[in-house]
């Protein structure tokens, strides 16, 4: 399982030309499962997203987590986070799991995920989703467990 997490000042995303979910100071959240995770993989990446330093304290430092600063979680799922492009020109999609597989994961995260945190929206699973943000740093991180 793979996540991609970006400071965002504030992201959204939309479906058909509404907006599905939006979140202001937090993390976008890209994520992608391959056909090896299960439930135990989302559990650890969750807890990654959650406790990962990447908000500045009084210092500037990156010292604080999500819940620390009182941010949302823009949960966004993305297959094509997991394609192998080592070779070639044209992605592979082997490693990825079934759409079925994928959809099963990604609702389970973000169920833990409103279980763990107040602050959680979503994307539409495999929709042809317009995802809008405003990184703030910027600050991007590939989370892999």
């Not at 995303?13 to 937090?26: F, P, R």
């Amino acid at each position: 399982m793979k996540g991609l997490i970006q400071r965002v000042s504030k992201a959204s995303v939309t479906v058909d030309n509404e907006i599905m979910g939006a979140i202001d100071t937090g993390i976008l959240l890209l994520l992608g499962v391959e056909k090896d995770d299960d439930e135990q993989t989302a559990e650890k990446l969750l807890k990654k997203v959650l406790s990962y330093r990447i908000f500045s304290d009084e210092q500037g430092k990156m010292n604080l987590n999500l819940e620390q600063v009182n941010g949302g979680l823009l949960v966004v799922s993305q297959f094509t986070l997991v394609a192998d492009t080592k070779k070639g020109t044209r992605p592979g999609f082997s490693k990825g799991a079934t759409p079925e597989q994928g959809e099963a994961l990604y609702d389970y995260f973000v169920t833990k995920a409103k279980e763990q945190h107040s602050v959680v929206a979503t994307g539409s699973f495999g929709a042809d989703m317009k995802v809008e943000l405003l990184n703030d740093g910027p600050v991007t991180f590939l989370l892999e467990v």
